[in-house]
């Protein structure tokens, strides 16, 4: 059954992969007809390239263009698609997805070819993740203009941890191993979201698809500023009141400080309740018989009435 289910998915895909390579020569065809060269390029004429999409491969040919005296001419057609390093822009999202969802490169090579028929090597894996990680990364710093936002609440969440790297990326980096070697790198995440409303019972309501992430490997000194810019292209300054969502960390508690010292800042009720849980568990230990009635009735307090604490 396995190797039939394998034969149809082949099948399948060729026919897929048939059609894909057939629309994209034909988008290529109509954006290289339109496209008008800049002052000093020159059409040196057409190339052909072996693109890679989630179904298979297929030719594409394009218009290549130089400009005198520069190093690199470039292929209107290929930008125009989103073709990375030769992937069309399907493959290289799952390839990014699988890239940072795996340890390591080499395994997510593996689920790629064993969950998708899709033969992507280790090396060309870590190259379009790279690739694309620069210009997100760019993409993300890029100078703010502010947004308009009328939400009556706009939150701004932001939480740090340790990733599993490549050897190379963690070189000369201090861990927690008995070495002192590092297995993971600090990486900090933010989002951005807002609210209009709020349910029966008047609970909070995320808008729906308001949520905008950015992230960086920098210090959160560093980070700060850069989640402050995502928080003003949102139109921070027109709503009306912004919620710090943080784990109640040093680092984090400084960012917000500096960074939307207007704010209110509240400590997430996953990290409120761990918070909790140390402190229950410093009091009367986690072998205690009531430990974890306690820890629930602590838990119901801080759904309840988030503001008053627990005792």
């Known amino acids: 059954m396995a190797q039939l289910e394998v034969l149809i998915r082949t099948a399948v895909f060729k026919s897929a992969n048939e059609l894909v390579g057939w629309l994209l020569q034909q988008a290529a065809e109509r954006i290289d007809a339109?496209?008008?060269?800049?002052?000093?390029e020159r059409r040196k004429g057409r190339e052909t390239i072996r693109v890679q999409g989630i179904f298979g491969s297929f030719d594409l040919s394009r218009d290549y263009y130089y400009h005198a005296g520069k190093d690199q001419g470039h292929y209107p057609a290929d930008a125009a698609l989103g073709l990375e390093v030769s992937y069309t822009p399907a493959l290289a999202k799952l390839i990014c997805l699988e890239g940072a969802d795996e340890p390591t490169y080499l395994k997510a090579e593996r689920h790629l070819e064993q969950t998708g028929g899709i033969p992507v090597s280790a090396r060309q894996i870590q190259r379009v993740v790279q690739r694309v990680g620069r210009s997100a990364q760019a993409w993300q710093e890029r100078p703010a203009q502010p947004g308009q936002c009328d939400a009556p609440v706009m939150y701004v969440s932001a939480d740090g941890t340790g990733v599993p790297m490549v050897s190379e990326e963690l070189i000369g980096r201090?861990?927690?191993?008995a070495d002192g070697k590092?297995?993971?790198?600090?990486?900090?995440?933010?989002?951005?979201?807002?609210?209009?409303?709020?349910?029966e019972r008047g609970h909070p309501v995320r808008d729906w698809e308001s949520t905008t992430y950015v992230s960086s490997f920098k210090s959160s000194d560093e980070f700060g500023p850069c989640l402050r810019q995502e928080a003003l292209r949102r139109g921070m300054a027109g709503a009306g009141?912004?919620?710090?969502?943080?784990?109640g960390a040093q680092a984090l508690e400084h960012?917000?400080?500096?960074?939307?010292?207007?704010?209110?800042?509240?400590v997430d009720f996953y990290h409120a309740l761990e918070h909790a849980g140390l402190v229950l568990a410093?009091?009367?230990g986690k072998e205690h018989p009531d430990y974890k009635a306690q820890l629930r009735r602590w838990a119901k307090r801080l759904l309840k009435r988030p503001s008053a604490g627990v005792d």
Do not use: S
Not at 34 to 40: S, T
Not at 174 to 177: C, E, F, T, V
């Open 255 to 266: 960012l917000g400080r500096q960074n939307f010292k207007d704010c209110v800042q509240i």
């Open 241 to 247: 009141k912004v919620v710090l969502l943080i784990d």
């Open 34 to 40: 339109g496209y008008p060269p800049k002052p000093g």
């Open 182 to 199: 590092a297995k993971t790198r600090q990486v900090y995440l933010g989002c951005v979201f807002t609210q209009h409303r709020v349910d």
């Open 174 to 177: 201090r861990g927690k191993q």
């Open 282 to 284: 410093a009091l009367i």
